[in-house]
């Protein structure tokens, strides 16, 4: 079966940073786009990054524009998450994701279009 796992992720002052990284395993990881989600308690599930299966498209969150950049590494089946000048808003549990459909371009922040989920790392940002 397809397995995401993430890692990276704790507690972090106000204006600091994180990586987060996702490795992925039973599926061609190359053939598809990945996307980052974040939850925090109460809160609806939001979509905060894509990238596209070959890396060359992104896309981000109006929120995150700027401070995040998503990144993946086709050869070693990982995906990244870098979170600079993070704010307390940025607290949640991020979670990786896979798209369903192969070679798959397009809208990035829907989670019907993803069918693998990570068990997700919680990042809690302190003001």
């Known amino acids: 079966q397809v397995q995401l796992v993430e890692s990276g992720g704790g507690p972090v002052q106000a204006g600091g940073s994180l990586r987060l990284s996702c490795a992925a395993s039973?599926?061609?990881?190359?053939?598809?786009?990945m996307g980052w989600f974040r939850q925090a308690p109460g809160k609806e599930r939001e979509c905060v990054a894509g990238?596209?299966?070959?890396?060359?498209?992104?896309s981000y969150a109006e929120n995150v524009k700027g401070r995040f950049t998503i990144s993946r590494d086709n050869a070693k089946n990982t995906v990244y998450l870098q979170m600079n000048s993070l704010k307390p808003e940025d607290t949640a549990v991020y979670y990786c994701?896979?798209?369903?459909?192969?070679?798959?371009?397009?809208?990035?922040?829907?989670?019907?279009?993803?069918?693998?989920w990570g068990q997700g790392t919680q990042v809690t940002v302190s003001s």
């Open positions: 994701a896979q798209k369903r459909r192969p070679f798959n371009s397009g809208i990035y922040n829907s989670q019907s279009e993803y069918d693998t």
């Open positions: 039973g599926r061609d990881f190359s053939r598809y786009g």
């Open positions: 990238i596209s299966w070959s890396g060359g498209s992104t």
